[in-house]
């Protein structure tokens, strides 16, 4: 039940009475660091929120949520990566005691399969089977306990990012990126299936001796992932007809024996995919103005990734019918460099024929779609792919069958943005109807020959494939599912992958909980993968976006019978806007009455690492002073219950969500048993969202003063751009004077549970953004490239003046361990106690005592 609020929430805007401030501490910088090994008392330590990890009993799925013998508990988490998950024993203890002084009570380890050690958990490989490193096995052993005696839990990850290789007797020659870490090759590879058992096997039944527990019988285990960010049926089978051998091989395999089991013969076979083609009309779009011209093509350049166009070049039949397309160089995007047909009107649901002939000067990728248009839709309606070229003509036919809903007009489209690798392109027609391919001759059920169904062929064919691909993916989970509860008897509860690599109706079936992944502006890396000088974001702030975000869009995946969790969540560094990060994960996990957040990352190295003093590239909290100072302000809105539930509960389906706008004014998400969504009226505006009581309100009707607001008793804060701005949250009034960017984040945090109006001490977070000495943005402030800087990491001061409603309250700025600096001096004012904050306290934490 909501406590009803204490006092309503109004925003005032701001007029020149904080000039004065603002002109003092918009600009000013100081150093703010929160040491990675402090577990001192202070206001700022949450340690007494928990108790040891599996003192109350192993963690269940009781009433749609997780519980223990003491009763409903959430997580509060982040993942610790690579060498991370094996600190040094000194380190260890450290790092458990100061994550629980954070207010945490999880960890995900991640990536401990991927590496050999000393960055992961694997020793040498002997008789063709890859060891467990025993030091690194013991280092991995002695944090779980430490961890667990600090009262965080553990999330074990089973298969992240292993790759099975030459050594252990697998060939990875010519596997394509998107296989790496074994992902989609994993569902079908029973070689594969089998190396994740042995290491299921000797992991969880391993025996930690500071526990004298084995894995299995650990109740500070808390839950299980099987593989990470591993879809098989979403990817489609194109991408398994791309595969060497043996992987192709096997694919087509198990394909033809679940053909066998339901078709007596060749002949019904082609019977049942059989039907449906048209004749084929008159083209809609061609490429015979080649000859001298563009036509009614276009190509996309720019000045920076300029494309020279070559018409009348010879064909694949020595007519100069072709178009020769030359990029001058390799462009950031794929987008960045098209060739397309626009301006189409194609028929919704109508057959189609897209054919013509490729080739480039040397190995290259090209993708092709018939697409929207934009200028906010550029989603294919139909047909897209990623061909591989190569120096030999190809043809390429393709029959499909156009979207069902086409908003406006459509085009062919060609990136090529990936590589400046020139190529060619004849023929090309675009026709209404098609001819499908049903079952080629010499293919047959008899022979177990039948291909692998691609683009072009019958729509039946491709439904069956889709079918066997959604089986074989469902009866994997089950199989490792069954393999981990009855045969290594794990007692707590399991997940798959996450549950948009997967159809929801599969985690419904085979997973006690479903979990989930988001970032708000990942880094993009235009070239080569992770590369850390190629890079970009976007840099721009989540709270002008509420009808776009990146965690309450998340909101209609979960499953409403059983836990929900979100494993991965971040806005990464060096984002101006990354504080708000937490509150944003409180906001919605609390109203939406999720299960767990888990942060990405806390840590990926070790040794001195665990200690740094500046801002650790993209997803690091430790160092980074913005997020970690939130981390613990924020942990009462969720951990503790502060935001409560939202009441009502709008449920859709798999085939409909529910829109992610609802998602403060009720609770959302998937019913595995409903076949049609319930219907709800839709908010007023996706620009301003807000809770039916007013306790939570996301407002952007105005973007430059985007914010969210929260007032609950124990709690309130409001984020975004707040620069210039006054607001009453429940008589807690905070008046923002000139900010950088207007950005910041202000959290008041009763200690003791008690409402803001009765506690004796309350913690007042005051945070914007972070940046290390020497950091180097771009021009356009969207890369440092490996321009980093050094620590102490630098926070900008933010001019506030604070108004509490009770008289006698004393404040108190705090050093980054929470502890004492300064008497900050009240102001006489009516009703309340007032304070002037600004760059002279050079702290992001208050402490307020009455």
Not at 180 to 187: G, H, I, N, T
Not at 357 to 369: E, G, H, K, T
Not at 808 to 818: E, I, K, P, V
Request: charged share 20%; with cysteine.
């Amino acid at each position: 039940m909501h406590i009803p609020l204490t006092a309503p929430v109004r925003l005032i805007l701001l007029g020149g009475m904080l000039a004065a401030v603002a002109a003092r501490g918009a600009e000013a910088r100081f150093p703010f660091v929160i040491p990675g090994d402090d577990a001192s008392p202070s206001i700022t330590n949450l340690a007494a929120m928990s108790r040891p990890a599996g003192a109350d009993g192993f963690v269940r799925v009781q009433d749609a949520h997780f519980f223990t013998d003491a009763g409903r508990i959430r997580f509060w988490g982040v993942n610790t990566c690579f060498a991370a998950d094996f600190p040094e024993h000194g380190d260890a203890a450290k790092v458990a005691a100061h994550l629980a002084k954070l207010g945490l009570n999880a960890v995900r380890m991640h990536h401990h399969d991927t590496s050999p050690s000393p960055r992961g958990i694997w020793g040498r490989v002997v008789d063709g089977r890859r060891q467990l490193d025993a030091q690194q096995l013991d280092r991995q052993d002695f944090f779980l306990n430490e961890l667990h005696r600090h009262g965080l839990y553990a999330n074990l990850n089973l298969h992240v990012g292993r790759e099975v290789g030459e050594a252990e007797g697998v060939r990875r020659e010519g596997l394509p990126y998107s296989t790496r870490m074994d992902k989609y090759l994993l569902y079908f590879m029973p070689e594969l299936r089998g190396r994740l058992k042995e290491f299921c096997r000797e992991y969880l039944l391993h025996e930690n001796p500071y526990r004298k527990l084995r894995r299995v019988d650990d109740p500070g285990i808390a839950m299980i992932e099987i593989t990470n960010e591993n879809s098989f049926a979403k990817l489609g089978p194109d991408l398994a007809a791309s595969l060497p051998e043996p992987f192709r091989g096997e694919f087509k395999r198990q394909w033809n024996a679940w053909l066998a089991q339901r078709y007596a013969s060749t002949a019904a076979l082609r019977q049942a995919w059989g039907g449906g083609n048209e004749p084929l009309g008159p083209a809609v779009a061609d490429s015979s103005p080649w000859r001298t011209g563009a036509g009614a093509w276009r190509v996309k350049q720019s000045a920076e990734y300029p494309v020279r166009t070559s018409f009348g070049q010879p064909g694949p039949d020595g007519e100069a019918n072709a178009l020769r397309l030359e990029p001058q160089g390799k462009a950031a995007e794929l987008s960045a460099q098209e060739i397309q047909y626009p301006n189409l009107r194609l028929e919704p649901g109508q057959v189609y024929t897209l054919s013509f002939w490729v080739r480039a000067d040397a190995p290259r990728s090209l993708f092709v779609d018939v697409s929207n248009q934009g200028p906010a839709n550029w989603n294919p309606v139909g047909f897209h792919e990623t061909l591989q070229l190569g120096p030999k003509w190809q043809h390429v036919h393709r029959v499909f069958r156009a979207s069902e809903e086409i908003p406006g007009a459509a085009r062919i489209c060609f990136k090529f943005g990936s590589s400046p690798v020139a190529f060619a392109l004849a023929g090309l027609t675009l026709r209404r109807g098609g001819d499908w391919v049903v079952v080629p001759e010499g293919q047959g059920v008899e022979a177990r020959s039948v291909e692998i169904p691609v683009a072009g062929w019958s729509e039946r064919a491709r439904a069956d494939v889709m079918r066997f691909m959604t089986e074989t993916e469902r009866a994997f989970v089950q199989d490792i599912v069954d393999f981990l509860k009855k045969e290594l008897h794990v007692r707590v509860p399991i997940t798959a992958s996450q549950i948009t690599y997967h159809a929801p109706d599969i985690v419904a079936a085979t997973c006690d909980y479903a979990d989930i992944h988001a970032y708000w502006q990942h880094p993009r890396f235009p070239r080569k993968p992770w590369d850390p000088v190629d890079w970009n974001i976007r840099n721009t702030p989540m709270e002008t976006a509420p009808e776009a975000d990146a965690i309450l869009s998340r909101a209609p995946w979960r499953l409403i019978d059983r836990p929900f969790t979100i494993s991965e969540w971040n806005i990464p560094d060096p984002n101006d806007y990354a504080a708000s990060v937490v509150p944003f994960a409180a906001l919605v996990a609390a109203l939406q009455d999720w299960d767990g957040v888990f942060f990405f990352d806390y840590q990926s190295s070790s040794g001195s690492a665990w200690y740094t003093d500046r801002v650790q590239r993209f997803f690091s909290f430790n160092g980074q002073p913005a997020k970690l100072a939130l981390l613990t302000a924020c942990a009462n809105l969720f951990r503790r219950g502060d935001l409560a539930p939202l009441g009502d509960v709008v449920a859709g389906t798999s085939a409909k969500l529910t829109p992610a706008t609802l998602g403060l004014a009720a609770r959302i998400g998937i019913d595995p048993q409903a076949r049609t969504p319930q219907v709800a009226k839709p908010s007023a505006s996706s620009k301003r969202l807000a809770a039916p009581d007013g306790r939570a309100v996301w407002d952007a009707t105005d973007a430059a003063r985007a914010h969210v607001l929260v007032n609950t008793p124990a709690t309130r804060a409001v984020w975004g751009l707040v620069g210039g701005q006054q607001f009453d949250v429940g008589g807690v009034r905070l008046n923002v004077g000139a900010v950088e960017r207007n950005y910041a984040a202000l959290v008041l945090t009763s200690m003791d549970g008690q409402p803001i109006e009765k506690t004796k001490r309350a913690l007042l977070a005051v945070v914007g953004s972070a940046q290390n000495v020497g950091m180097k943005w771009d021009e356009t402030r969207t890369s440092v490239g490996n321009q980093w800087g050094e620590g102490p990491a630098q926070m900008n001061a933010i001019p506030l003046e604070l108004t509490l409603p009770r008289r006698g309250a004393r404040l108190f700025a705090l050093d980054g361990r929470g502890q004492r600096t300064r008497a900050v001096a009240a102001e006489s004012g009516s009703g309340g106690a007032r304070f002037k904050l600004g760059a002279e306290y050079r702290t992001l934490w208050y402490e307020v005592e009455w």
